[in-house]
């Protein structure tokens, strides 16, 4: 039996913590009326109900990559609860292949008995190996997308019969239709994994669907511990300066007027590139110090904001009723101000994730994101540059970061409206 050690890095803990104060929040709002509000928005529009269960998967395939442990027989070589599903980190090819192919993308020159040569395509190392005749390849593929659909079908019926006779729970027909299309797609992923390289490799011969699906940690990563590293500074220095302020507030506005004049893309690569000696070895380490400079450096908007508010609410009766009975300004601040906050901290947050996720690709694109032998969007993208150029085209590379980058950020989008909908008493 084989013995693991578990691992733990600081981005894994960051996760953790993340993902329970998420379900602290959701089970301490659970009665409340804007959740309640917040429901009745999402249950009006199939494409708010799909896009919550996107991103819960997207969810479950980061905390998935982030559960790490070792092998104790062998120590180099850390792992994830998802690769225990998507093995294709040991099924190397030399070099480029097609999606679904048995045969290596170039040719290859291969000598004949009689001393001459010709240009032939080689069999794969791993993909297609259980086939006996290569021409059985579009039937296998048929056989077990068919079979992925039909198990797909079966998880989905045994999911509404758990949830319908021990659960009691009833959902609408938009997430079933979603959940069923989610099986459906997941069961075929299953059927080829082994068999099949389904987004081809890359010019070292790594599987491109398995790097696109490692990514999405990375994505995750960026957009939910930068926001809560913003979310300090902003709040407090947007509601500093809208509650007291005179010198303090010109003193607050001078700090994020002169960090917002400074193009964003090269303070950040200046931070990076200064500590790039102490982070290089280690890419849990630079994924760690890349959020926290996005952090630093992405709050301004939303401290604009908050002042802006704070200053509306300070006015208040009930805020100018509680400074006339004597109440601390900190209580003040946390009671009555803080609270009335909430809705535009939320929507702000949730708005500003789809674009940290597209940050990452950019900054990485550009050389001064993620370290290059981590897996993300951006470093597919940035290696996708010279495959497009080649002669043939290798194509796929850039698709899987494209796919899986634009399903996550046009969910986002789609919850971000529906938040705002449903919290900002502005918008029926």
Sequence with gaps: MMSITPILYWTDFLVYTILFGILFFLYSVRKKEGWKRFIRTFSKKPLYQVSVVILIFYGL?????????????????????????????????????????????DPVVKKLANGSSEQTYARLNYAGQHLLRPQDKASDIAWRSGGGVLGGLLLTLVFYLTLKFICKKRLSRTIWITLGTLFCILTVIYFFVGHYHILGTDKVGRDVFYLSIKSIRTGLIIGTVTTFVMLPFAVLLGMGAGYFRGWVDDIIQYIYTTLSSVPGILLIAAAVLSLQVKIEQDPELRLLVLCIILGVTSWTGLCRLVRGETLKLREMDFVQAAISLGVSRSKIMMKHILPNLGHIIIITLVLDFSGLVLAEAILSYVGVGVAPTSYSWGNLINASRLEMARDPMVWWSLLGAFILMFVLVFSANLFSDAVQKALDPRRG
Excluded: C, W
Excluded at 61 to 90: A, C, I, T
């Design 61 to 105: 395939v980061g905390f998935m990559d982030s559960l790490h442990f070792k092998d104790n027989e062998n120590r180099q070589n850390v792992k994830s609860l998802l690769d225990v599903f998507l093995p294709y980190e040991n099924l190397p090819e030399e070099t480029y292949s097609a999606p679904f192919a048995i045969e290596s993308y």
